[in-house]
Protein backbone atom coordinates (compact mmCIF):
# COMPACT_ATOMS: atom_id res chain seq x y z
CA UNK A 1 0.00 0.00 0.00
CA UNK A 2 1.86 3.62 -0.91
CA UNK A 3 3.01 5.65 2.05
CA UNK A 4 2.73 2.57 4.41
CA UNK A 5 6.23 1.17 5.52
CA UNK A 6 6.28 -2.28 7.00
CA UNK A 7 8.56 -3.84 9.24
CA UNK A 8 8.84 -7.18 10.62
CA UNK A 9 10.15 -8.13 13.84
CA UNK A 10 12.13 -11.49 14.60
CA UNK A 11 10.56 -11.70 18.02
CA UNK A 12 7.27 -10.03 19.12
CA UNK A 13 5.51 -10.86 22.72
CA UNK A 14 1.97 -11.22 22.63
CA UNK A 15 1.81 -8.83 25.60
CA UNK A 16 2.99 -6.40 22.90
CA UNK A 17 0.02 -6.87 20.84
CA UNK A 18 -3.02 -4.94 20.89
CA UNK A 19 -6.08 -4.34 18.45
CA UNK A 20 -7.24 -0.74 17.28
CA UNK A 21 -10.16 -1.16 15.15
CA UNK A 22 -10.01 -4.48 14.63
CA UNK A 23 -6.68 -4.16 13.11
CA UNK A 24 -3.90 -5.79 15.04
CA UNK A 25 -1.50 -3.55 16.32
CA UNK A 26 1.65 -3.00 18.34
CA UNK A 27 1.04 -1.63 21.76
CA UNK A 28 1.95 2.14 22.84
CA UNK A 29 5.17 0.84 24.88
CA UNK A 30 6.26 -1.84 21.61
CA UNK A 31 5.98 1.48 19.41
CA UNK A 32 7.84 3.28 21.18
CA UNK A 33 10.57 0.44 21.60
CA UNK A 34 10.77 0.33 17.72
CA UNK A 35 11.04 3.98 17.28
CA UNK A 36 13.48 4.76 19.41
CA UNK A 37 16.16 2.57 17.44
CA UNK A 38 14.95 5.29 14.86
CA UNK A 39 14.40 8.71 16.06
CA UNK A 40 16.73 11.42 17.64
CA UNK A 41 17.12 11.09 21.31
CA UNK A 42 15.47 14.36 21.68
CA UNK A 43 12.43 13.45 20.11
CA UNK A 44 12.20 9.98 21.74
CA UNK A 45 12.35 12.17 25.03
CA UNK A 46 9.34 14.19 23.81
CA UNK A 47 7.47 10.98 22.80
CA UNK A 48 7.93 8.87 26.10
CA UNK A 49 7.08 12.30 28.01
CA UNK A 50 4.14 12.83 26.28
CA UNK A 51 2.69 9.07 26.14
CA UNK A 52 3.32 9.34 30.06
CA UNK A 53 1.39 12.28 30.26
CA UNK A 54 -1.53 10.87 28.20
CA UNK A 55 -1.95 7.76 30.24
CA UNK A 56 -1.01 5.55 27.40
CA UNK A 57 2.62 3.92 28.75
CA UNK A 58 3.87 3.87 32.53
CA UNK A 59 7.80 3.67 33.17
CA UNK A 60 6.86 0.30 34.84
CA UNK A 61 4.83 -1.12 31.31
CA UNK A 62 8.50 0.34 29.56
CA UNK A 63 10.68 -1.01 32.43
CA UNK A 64 8.76 -4.69 31.68
CA UNK A 65 9.63 -4.89 27.74
CA UNK A 66 12.80 -3.78 27.92
CA UNK A 67 13.52 -6.66 30.26
CA UNK A 68 11.50 -8.94 27.79
CA UNK A 69 13.32 -7.33 24.36
CA UNK A 70 17.18 -7.81 25.04
CA UNK A 71 18.79 -7.36 21.62
CA UNK A 72 16.55 -5.15 20.49
CA UNK A 73 18.46 -1.80 18.21
CA UNK A 74 15.77 0.64 20.54
CA UNK A 75 17.10 -0.95 24.13
CA UNK A 76 19.66 1.41 25.02
CA UNK A 77 18.43 4.56 23.83
CA UNK A 78 14.56 3.86 25.33
CA UNK A 79 16.65 2.41 28.81
CA UNK A 80 18.23 5.97 28.39
CA UNK A 81 15.12 8.08 27.88
CA UNK A 82 13.26 6.80 31.06
CA UNK A 83 16.22 6.72 33.61
CA UNK A 84 15.18 9.54 35.54
CA UNK A 85 12.16 7.80 36.16
CA UNK A 86 8.86 9.27 35.50
CA UNK A 87 8.35 12.01 33.50
CA UNK A 88 5.05 13.12 32.29
CA UNK A 89 5.76 16.96 30.53
CA UNK A 90 3.29 17.84 28.29
CA UNK A 91 5.14 19.75 25.84
CA UNK A 92 8.54 20.42 24.53
CA UNK A 93 9.07 23.94 26.88
CA UNK A 94 7.98 21.72 29.55
CA UNK A 95 10.79 19.20 28.68
CA UNK A 96 13.53 22.00 28.05
CA UNK A 97 12.52 23.86 31.49
CA UNK A 98 12.80 20.64 33.47
CA UNK A 99 16.48 20.19 32.08
CA UNK A 100 16.95 23.38 33.64
CA UNK A 101 15.12 22.55 37.16
CA UNK A 102 17.45 19.69 36.46
CA UNK A 103 20.34 21.56 35.82
CA UNK A 104 19.97 23.72 39.07
CA UNK A 105 18.55 21.45 41.67
CA UNK A 106 18.40 17.33 42.27
CA UNK A 107 14.99 18.38 43.87
CA UNK A 108 13.03 16.93 41.07
CA UNK A 109 9.19 18.63 41.31
CA UNK A 110 5.75 16.96 40.46
CA UNK A 111 4.82 17.30 37.23
CA UNK A 112 1.57 18.36 36.19
CA UNK A 113 0.30 17.26 39.65
CA UNK A 114 -2.99 17.68 41.11
CA UNK A 115 -3.90 20.14 43.41
CA UNK A 116 -6.96 21.20 44.79
CA UNK A 117 -7.66 25.02 46.40
CA UNK A 118 -10.45 26.33 46.91
CA UNK A 119 -12.54 23.67 45.34
CA UNK A 120 -10.92 24.19 41.81
CA UNK A 121 -8.22 21.63 40.65
CA UNK A 122 -5.12 23.15 38.96
CA UNK A 123 -2.02 21.27 37.25
CA UNK A 124 0.82 23.34 37.96
CA UNK A 125 3.40 22.24 35.51
CA UNK A 126 6.20 21.94 38.23
CA UNK A 127 5.45 21.89 41.43
CA UNK A 128 7.13 22.06 45.06
CA UNK A 129 4.14 21.09 47.94
CA UNK A 130 6.86 21.13 50.61
CA UNK A 131 7.86 24.68 49.10
CA UNK A 132 4.63 25.69 48.32
CA UNK A 133 6.84 26.63 44.80
CA UNK A 134 5.33 26.36 41.16
CA UNK A 135 6.97 26.86 38.10
CA UNK A 136 5.18 27.82 34.81
CA UNK A 137 6.17 27.05 31.64
CA UNK A 138 4.43 29.60 29.34
CA UNK A 139 4.63 29.08 25.74
CA UNK A 140 2.92 30.40 22.42
CA UNK A 141 0.91 27.72 21.35
CA UNK A 142 -0.59 27.52 24.47
CA UNK A 143 -0.53 30.91 26.65
CA UNK A 144 -0.74 33.46 24.50
CA UNK A 145 -4.43 33.57 24.19
CA UNK A 146 -6.19 36.10 25.82
CA UNK A 147 -8.92 33.49 27.69
CA UNK A 148 -5.65 31.73 28.48
CA UNK A 149 -3.82 34.43 30.11
CA UNK A 150 -6.93 35.43 31.95
CA UNK A 151 -7.37 31.86 33.17
CA UNK A 152 -3.80 31.86 33.95
CA UNK A 153 -3.98 34.93 35.94
CA UNK A 154 -7.17 33.45 38.13
CA UNK A 155 -5.28 30.14 38.79
CA UNK A 156 -2.22 32.67 39.76
CA UNK A 157 -4.13 34.62 42.06
CA UNK A 158 -5.61 31.13 43.81
CA UNK A 159 -2.35 29.89 44.30
CA UNK A 160 -0.40 32.98 45.74
CA UNK A 161 -3.84 33.43 47.93
CA UNK A 162 -2.62 29.85 49.17
CA UNK A 163 1.18 31.36 49.50
CA UNK A 164 2.32 29.62 46.72
CA UNK A 165 5.29 31.17 45.06
CA UNK A 166 4.87 31.43 41.20
CA UNK A 167 7.22 31.45 38.75
CA UNK A 168 6.68 32.11 34.92
CA UNK A 169 9.14 31.22 32.63
CA UNK A 170 8.53 32.03 28.71
CA UNK A 171 10.13 29.75 25.94
CA UNK A 172 12.32 32.70 24.79
CA UNK A 173 13.75 32.83 28.36
CA UNK A 174 13.99 29.65 28.61
CA UNK A 175 15.81 28.95 25.13
CA UNK A 176 17.65 32.24 24.81
CA UNK A 177 18.36 33.01 28.62
CA UNK A 178 19.38 29.71 29.63
CA UNK A 179 22.15 31.11 32.34
CA UNK A 180 19.41 34.08 33.95
CA UNK A 181 16.56 31.82 33.53
CA UNK A 182 18.60 28.93 35.64
CA UNK A 183 19.73 32.01 38.09
CA UNK A 184 15.95 32.90 38.46
CA UNK A 185 14.90 28.91 39.73
CA UNK A 186 17.77 28.78 41.79
CA UNK A 187 16.44 32.32 43.67
CA UNK A 188 13.05 30.97 42.99
CA UNK A 189 14.10 27.51 45.01
CA UNK A 190 16.21 29.36 47.43
CA UNK A 191 13.35 32.18 48.19
CA UNK A 192 10.92 28.74 49.28
CA UNK A 193 12.36 26.89 52.20
CA UNK A 194 10.79 23.60 52.72
CA UNK A 195 7.62 23.94 55.31
Not at 95 to 118: G, H, K, M, Q
Not at 156 to 178: F, G, M, N, P
Request: charged share 35%.
Amino acid sequence: MEGVRTHRARCLDRRDVTRRDGIQVTSPARTILDLAATVAPRQLRRMVRQAQVEHRVSVRQLLELLARADGHRGVPKLRAAIADGPTPTASELEDIVLDLIDEVTSERPEINARLCLDGETIFPDFLWRDRKLVIEADGRRFHDAPSTQADDARKQAILEAHEHRVLRIRYEQAVHRRAQTRARIRVAIDAAPVR
